[in-house]
């Protein structure tokens, strides 16, 4: 083997979602793996510095939590165990869309809700106990070390250098990796933004039985372009309610007392603020600002270093609305896994093959995302194909989902990223679509 093939060390930066799904994959390949980040990683599922999203909600989708349970075996199993809520989206979710609650029947997908630190303190726990696997906190990543077109290691912010034959960029959506590709010479990808101005404010509430009378959660979704403002109650671990408010284009829920309650209580379904307004709250709201959904096109590039990959929001943040990210960054280390399974050196080409298996995981929730914002004639940015005539569709398909259980199945099941979207454009659909919901839509 020669020194090209080397699979001793690989480095990591950044211990979110990603990172520990990337060190997950890379400890069964690499005699050692070194997972960097900045924060002091708490031994309790707090939210942290490093990651302020960590505050918010975090729904796992469906595709998610099978990419991560095929990481993880048992991973349900141990987040039911620490207090997360077992739930399937078809019964136990009041989901108030296009103008309507929609009705509730199985779908068969066994989901679960808690915080996002729970769900990273589970697997930052698994990782930790991979025996060639060494988590170091409180360490800054600043730049790469590399020469020709090959990366060789992590630079810290003190100068260390910790060598690595690969490294793995999961730093997020504030990722440094164009200034760190130039200084080694080498072109930063095509960078999409799309303006969405989304807001968020959150909440913790004291739960107590009875509180919500149908279902485990609540998600109430604008009609745009009138309405802009969203909202989500979820129960998570230690009964306790996470209440999540938001709107597009600077819609703002305000955080104090009245203002918040004010734009529950504005809400087009009444479920969240009548919680609210019975429930005790545990902290005050905290607010957090997405500007814009972001992607780096690295399978574009014409040039990439051997020895360096990007993995997560890294390469795209999507609109957290749609709660895509996580899913996108498990199954994303699935892929990682299988293109170094096919590769014996860390390449360039190597990293090209990775790039385009993660730019066809990203197609669709990018596409789903990116179009949906593009309802609002505020949105600005690149505008996918035929956005108008698919956005007309998906909420025509979405009128006759409320009252076709068997479009209502499909739709969800595309929307968890557990089907693919072609399912939705098949003759047969097209046809129930263009015929419409017809009379019987169900009422707030
Ligand atoms: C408000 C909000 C709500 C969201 N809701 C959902 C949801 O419902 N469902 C969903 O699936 N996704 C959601 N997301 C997206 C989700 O948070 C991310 O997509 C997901 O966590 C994957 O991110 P990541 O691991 O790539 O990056 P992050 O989670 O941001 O982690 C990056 C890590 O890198 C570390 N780091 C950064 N720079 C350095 C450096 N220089 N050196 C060392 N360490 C560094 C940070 O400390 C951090 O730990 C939401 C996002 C936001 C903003």
Redesign the pocket.
Known sequence: MGMSSRRDVAVV???????LSASRVLADRFTRVVL????QLPDTATP?R??P?TN??????AA?QRALEELFPGLHDDLIGAGAVPFDPGTDLVFYRYGAVWPTDPIGLRLVSMT?PLLELTLRRRVAALPNVTIRDG????GLAGQDRRVTGAVLDDGEVVPADLVVD?????S?SDRWLSTLGLPAPEFLEVKIGVR?ATRLYRRKPGELTSGVGVFVLPTPPAEKRVGLILPIEDDRWLVGLGGWHGDQAPTDDDGFLRHARSLPHPAIGDVMARAEPLTDAVA?Q?PSSRRRRFERLRELPAGYVAA???IC?FN?VY???????AMEALALGRTLDRHRDVSAEFAREFYRAAADLIAVPWRFAVGADFAYPETTGPRPSAVTLLNAYSRRLQLVAQVDPGVRRTFTQVQHLITPPSVLFTPAMIAKVLRGPGRGRPGG
């Open positions: 930066v950044g211990a979110g979602i990603a990172g960097l980040d900045r924060d942290r490093g990651a999203q918010h909600a975090h729904v796992l989708l998610g996002r360490v800054a990543v600043a999961c730093s997020g959506r504030g440094r968020y957090y997405f997560g929001d890294a943040s957290p709660g895509q990210g996580m899913t996108c960054a």
